[in-house]
C-alpha cells in the first residue's frame, strides 16, 4: 500500500514547491515537505538552518547535525534547508532560536499549529 499525502498546497494557498533535494528532505524523502496520516510529527517547515537552531534542536534532544549514515542522514548544516516539524520550529520562535523559512514551501497543514504571521515574520521569500 502507498503512503497517502494530504493535498500539495503552501501556506499561501499555492502549489508546494520543492524544499530540497540536496539533503533530501520531507517526510516522504521527496524533497517536499508533504505530510499525511502517518506523518505524526507534521514535518511541514521548509526551514533554513542556522547554528542557533541546530544548536538548540541538538538541545532539546533532536540532534540533527551529526551524521547517521545507517539512516542515510548526511547530518545537516548552517545553510542546508529540511522539512521542520511544525511544533519544534514553533518551540525555536518561542526561545527566539527560530530559522527563517520559505512560505512557498512549507505546507499548509502547518497552520494548525503556527499561525501566519509567526511564519511570515521568519519568511526568506515573503511576497
Not at 534542536?57 to 548552517?78: A, I, M, Q, V
Request: one cysteine or more.
Amino acid at each position: 500500500m502507498s503512503a497517502m499525502k494530504e493535498p500539495s498546497l503552501n501556506v499561501l494557498g499555492g502549489p508546494l514547491e520543492a524544499c530540497s533535494t540536496a539533503p533530501m528532505t520531507g517526510f516522504f524523502r521527496d524533497g517536499c515537505c508533504n505530510t499525511g496520516p502517518q506523518d505524526r510529527g507534521l514535518h511541514t517547515v521548509c526551514a533554513l538552518m542556522t547554528a542557533e537552531f541546530l544548536a538548540l534542536s541538538k538541545y532539546l534532544g533532536n540532534d540533527l547535525s551529526t551524521p547517521r549514515p545507517e539512516y542515510g542522514f548526511p547530518g545537516l548544516k548552517p545553510g542546508d534547508r529540511w522539512c521542520l516539524c511544525a511544533a519544534r520550529f514553533l518551540q525555536a520562535h518561542e526561545e527566539g532560536a527560530a530559522p527563517q523559512v520559505r512560505l512557498a514551501a512549507t505546507h499548509i497543514n502547518t497552520l494548525h499549529v503556527v499561525p501566519l504571521e509567526i511564519l511570515q515574520s521568519c519568511a526568506v521569500d515573503a511576497p
